[in-house]
């Protein structure tokens, strides 16, 4: 919100410049990052599931280092063990077995280089997205497309969401998170704006079922990431720590997250 | 220490009651202006012969006793013909001083206090005065004058970045600055975000920055105090003075309501850059205003009464889907009594609010928040003799709190009524203050404030277990909000907290020779109120919360040691300030708190410190066609929040990390050049050590986006700031006896066009998908002009 205010004032005043600038970084030693999203698409049996594991890398650089060589293994509380097999050496870990319970417990486990990683998480339900609404002239200067994602809250449980607008044909993926603190069992919409929307553009809205430590986990990491980080009315960044520790070696903790959610998937065309 | 301050205190005062034996008189009275009968404040009435001296107090007044004898006594201020005259004094005297505007030195005022003799002597150090007319030759962005940049470059202020709400002294947050007009608080000291300030300098009379050694008077916030004083209005003639300028203009208008005893003032302000935005097809509106009021009533030669207003607004508003209107609002009564010639008075009874509201249709809810208060306020001067004089008086404020109301803007909107848990509290003080001149060379100032906070009841309060409401989750070492496990209810007339604190104020000035003294001073100072803000700067959505069961006030000491001197006949001065603070109980975050709508801020927020030590260095020249300073400032500001316990980690692993206006070097020169009858020349040199600031370590890859990876707070640096602006003023040749007289002045700001970061974002491209470091630079070259006219 602050940060929508700065800009308003500062498009308006028709002063400010910005322009892409050379910064000496340096960079902290490599971290375990782990990218650990199942998702349960509403309608399917949620079998195929992937892990991400990768390695920190300098700021600039465009190469992501993948962690490879792990193994990676899912557990539920029926004694179900879910392995997931590297794809070569990409990093990138699969497995179709996968069964999803609503509200069921699973936990993460992790070995990599001799530390193992753990990590527990509840898979939260998610509510349908039942329609959306547009209105072609929306942002400041009314150039914006602005896309409204309506959804029903459950009454009188607390809900978190997560939603995702990716647009497939650039590979763009915006995020937002929102809970339910002041629209308790209403019909309220996720929203989205953009200015390089245009009729016919296709438009993934996907909703996920968050828990409230993962809404609080991504609320951080969204406001660091945002594009208008780094401005005076911003919050001042720091690590951004998640839910997945480091038992073998504490102090080398990884980042990143290990979040379970029964996802609904929108696919818009834009009018 | 706190004892033996308290204790010196007494022993001094007693010691000195027991002196009066030689017979005593008393010369008093009210100095002002002799065109507007404007009382004038900090005027010097000197007794050569003896060495001893006084000034007029915030309303004119001055009052002296000494043993019976012919004086001569000299009456200066700058910018003023000096008076000089031969005075009996073998009865009490009341003498109404009218002092003329000396014309060779028109416009030539430069910071007056500090600069005359006597300053030398008095023990008030880190205090800086400023004048409207110094204010309004300094050169600035878009050419409107403003109180807070010009203040900003004295030495020990600064601010937080070019687009920053208030300003920061000596290493002190914006929150902590007492910010009084006309003796009333202000809350919000900005206008469109900090580009102007809410003060309309041809409102203002006098400003004084105390940035240490407070006086016992003041209280309530812990960094400095900024008091203001608005105009009285001209009780002899009618006169309109205005400007036009680029964003906004101002048209002020004075004159009697009855000759030589009362006076109004009516002044308003307001920005216009908005009516042209249509021209560009643009429906979006960025707005304010203000208005100043006062009337003032001369009632009797001992009676004065002063109602005094101010509101100001700032209104933003885009196409239908949003809209954004804040500000303060003022209203004042005072009345000046003299018990006798040397016992002076002023009662003031004061409302002040602020007001934010926010209209966010494309989501459908409207948000209100504000904080109003009722101050009663009763100082009392007693001028006892000439080398003693006591403040003495009392202060209680009562506060409502409103954290925030939501409501939905339509019938259809999904968000629900909500309205956040109202807060109430009640601050009183009692202090004394004494001025007291030991020995020709040795002037001492001692005081103490007795402060109290109550929070008082609400309708319901968390409670928590080990009243603990944030908790610290060790598995992931973050942390975290805590459950409440209870409510409890309270009675308005409950008291749910109280604090109590003992404020010594100390400062002594020891006189090396005529031109130079030694001067130092200690400040024990509490914060009951804390402005909710992890930003860098503040913004105006920020809500204002009381100490209370899970907030504790704030307390400050602050040590300062100074040098002073004056060389060259007084045409130059100097002062070398050094000081040292520390600060308890500072708010820190926990990471993602969410200051707005929180009902339960107890839950986000931890109890860290703060300190600041620095060396400030003011070289000014006051007189002749060149005036101007160089103020350079070496200081360090920083803060920490330990863990609770060894296993919690802190806010930034528990080290001390930069404040976000923690600048090690910072340099101004400002100067005015007089041409010649029709040209003046004014300019300004910056150079700051860029702020801190925060910058990734690294980056990686989560659910598809780029998340740059930040290490220690504020560990890294902004390129460093500096800048050059110039302005020229334009006096045309104007006749004595023509009543308009006007002067334009042309500005150029950042003057070689410097594109000094106001911040650097680091995020992935949207163009190329690469990350990249982009620079926002807020002013480049800004030329402006601005027309002034008086009637």
């Known amino acids: 919100m602050k940060q929508l205010l700065f800009i308003l004032l500062i498009n308006t005043l028709l002063l400010s410049c910005e322009d892409v600038i050379q910064v000496d970084l340096e960079t902290a030693e490599t971290r375990m990052v782990i990218d650990a999203s199942l998702n349960w698409e509403k309608g399917t049996n949620g079998n195929m599931q992937q892990i991400k594991l990768s390695l920190t890398a300098p700021f600039f650089d465009d190469n992501i280092p993948p962690a ?204 | 220490m706190k004892h033996l301050v308290f204790w010196a205190a007494t022993a001094l005062f007693f010691c000195n009651l027991s002196l009066n034996a030689q017979e005593k008189f008393t010369l008093s009275g009210i100095i002002s202006e002799e065109k507007s009968n404007e009382t004038l404040i900090g005027v010097n009435i000197i007794f050569p012969e003896t060495g001893s001296g006084t000034t007029t107090n ?36 009341t003498k109404h001083i009218s002092l003329v505007e000396s014309l060779e030195n028109l416009d030539t005022v430069i910071i007056t206090e500090n600069i005359e003799k006597l300053s030398i002597k008095n023990p008030q150090m880190s205090v800086n005065t400023l004048t409207s007319s110094t204010i309004k030759d300094i050169p600035v962005v878009l050419g409107e004058a403003d109180i807070i940049k010009a ?45 102007f300030s809410v003060f309309n300098p041809d409102a203002i009379k006098d400003l004084r920055l105390f940035k240490g050694g407070i006086p016992a008077r003041y209280g309530g916030r812990v960094s400095s105090v900024l008091d203001i004083y608005q105009k009285e209005g001209n009780s002899k003639a009618f006169h309109l003075n205005g400007g036009i300028g680029i964003v906004a203009s101002r048209l002020l208008a004075e004159g009697p309501i009855e000759k030589d005893k009362g006076s109004f003032l009516f002044g308003g302000r307001s920005s216009y850059a908005h009516l042209f935005l249509p021209l560009f097809d643009i429906n979006n509106i960025a707005y304010f205003y203000d208005l100043n009021t006062k009337l003032s009533y001369k009632l009797n030669d001992r009676n004065n009464i002063y109602l005094s207003g101010y509101f100001g607004r700032d209104v933003f508003r885009i196409e239908d889907s949003f809209e954004n209107t804040y500000g303060n609002s003022v209203l004042n009564f005072r009345w000046n009594h003299l018990f006798s010639d040397k016992l002076f008075s002023n009662l003031s009874l004061i409302y002040s609010d602020y007001y934010y509201n926010l209209k966010l249709s494309f989501v459908e809810f409207d948000w209100i ?89 609400q309708d319901e309060l968390n409670v928590y277990a080990n009243n603990q409401p944030v908790v610290f989750n060790e598995d992931f070492q973050i942390y975290e909000k805590a459950n409440p496990t209870d409510t409890e209810a309270f009675k308005r007339s409950d008291v749910i907290a109280k604090f109590f604190n003992l404020e010594p104020r100390f400062s002594a000035a020891y006189q090396i020779n005529s031109n130079s003294s030694v001067k130092g001073s200690y400040n024990r100072m509490s914060q009951y109120l804390h402005l909710l803000s992890n930003t860098n700067s503040p913004t105006p959505l920020d809500v204002w919360t009381p100490s209370g069961k899970y907030v504790k006030p704030q307390l ?236």
């Open chain 2, 58 to 93: 915030a309303y004119g007044f001055y009052s002296i006793t000494l043993p019976k004898g012919t004086y001569s006594v000299i009456v200066s201020y700058l910018g003023y013909t000096t008076i000089t005259e031969t005075i009996e004094l073998n009865s009490d005297i």
């Open chain 1, 68 to 271: 490879t060589g792990a193994i990676v293994t899912v557990t539920d509380t029926n004694n179900n063990t879910f392995n997931f097999i590297e794809d070569g050496t990409t990093g990138i870990y699969n497995n179709n077995m996968f069964i999803p319970v609503i509200n069921g417990e699973y936990t993460l486990s992790i070995i990599y280089e001799n530390d193992r990683y753990l990590a527990t998480e509840t898979l939260k339900p998610v509510t349908p997205i039942e329609f959306i609404e547009q209105k072609n002239d929306g942002g400041f200067a009314g150039d914006e497309i602005e896309i409204k994602a309506f959804y029903t809250d459950p009454k009188d449980i607390e809900n978190f969401y997560l939603f995702e607008f990716r647009k497939p044909a650039l590979n763009t993926i915006n995020l937002e998170v929102y809970d339910d603190e002041f629209t308790d069992g209403n019909q309220i919409f996720a929203f989205y704006s953009d200015e390089n929307l245009s009729s016919g553009d296709l438009l993934e809205i996907i909703s996920y079922g968050i828990s409230s430590r993962t809404y609080n986990y991504l609320n951080i990491l969204l406001q660091q990431t945002d594009n208008e980080s780094g401005d005076p009315f911003e919050a001042q960044p720091a690590t951004v720590r998640g839910n997945c520790i480091n038992v073998t070696n504490p102090n080398n903790y990884p980042l990143g997250y290990f979040r379970v959610s029964e996802t609904h998937i929108f696919s818009y065309v834009v009018d």
């Open chain 2, 369 to 457: 928040s504000g904080i109003q208060n009722f101050n009663i306020k009763y100082d009392l001067k007693h001028y006892l003799n000439d080398t003693f004089k006591l403040q003495y008086g009392l202060n209680s404020i009562y506060y409502k709190f409103n954290p925030g109301e939501i409501n939905p803007t339509v019938e259809t909107s999904g968000i629900n009524p909500f309205k956040l848990i109202d807060k109430y509290a009640f601050e009183n003080a009692l202090y004394v203050d004494a001025e007291h001149k030991v020995s020709d060379k040795l002037a001492l100032s001692y005081g103490l404030r007795f402060s109290s906070f109550f929070r008082l009841g």
């Open chain 2, 151 to 195: 203040i900003t470059l004295l030495p020990g202020v600064t601010n937080a970045g070019e687009a920053s709400s208030g300003f920061n002294v000596r290493g002190g947050s914006a929150d902590q600055n007492l910010i009084l007009l006309d003796e009333a608080t202000i809350y919000n000291s900005s206008h469109l975000f900090g580009f």
């Open chain 2, 556 to 791: 400050l000491d602050q040590y300062a040691l100074g040098y002073f001197k004056n060389f060259k006949n007084d045409v130059y001065s100097l002062e070398i300030e050094t000081f040292y603070k520390t600060i308890k109980n500072r708010i820190d975050y926990i990471d993602g708190a969410d200051l707005i709508a929180n009902n339960a801020i107890e839950q986000v927020i931890l109890n860290g410190k703060a300190r600041a030590y620095g060396l400030e260095f003011l070289l000014r020249k006051n007189k002749g066609r060149f005036k101007g300073w160089l103020a350079y400032t070496l200081s360090k500001s920083e803060q920490q929040t330990t863990g609770r316990t060894p296993n919690e980690l802190g806010i930034n692993n528990g080290n001390w990390y930069n404040t976000p206006y923690d600048k090690t070097h910072d340099i101004s020169l400002t100067g005015s050049f007089k041409l010649n009858d029709k040209w003046e020349i004014n300019s300004n040199f910056l150079f700051q050590t860029g702020q801190p600031a925060t910058f990734p370590n690294g980056q990686y890859v989560y659910n598809g986006i780029n998340i740059p990876n930040y290490g220690a707070r504020n560990k890294n640096r902004l390129p460093a700031y500096n800048r050059l602006d110039v302005s020229l003023k334009y006096q045309p040749k104007q006749s004595e006896n023509k009543r308009w007289k006007s002067h334009w002045v042309f500005g150029v700001y950042n003057i070689y066009n410097r594109k000094n970061a106001t911040s650097i974002n680091f995020s992935q491209s949207k163009t190329t998908g690469s990350n990249e470091a982009t620079r926002l630079s807020i002013f480049g070259i800004v030329p402006s002009i601005s027309y002034n006219f008086k009637l």
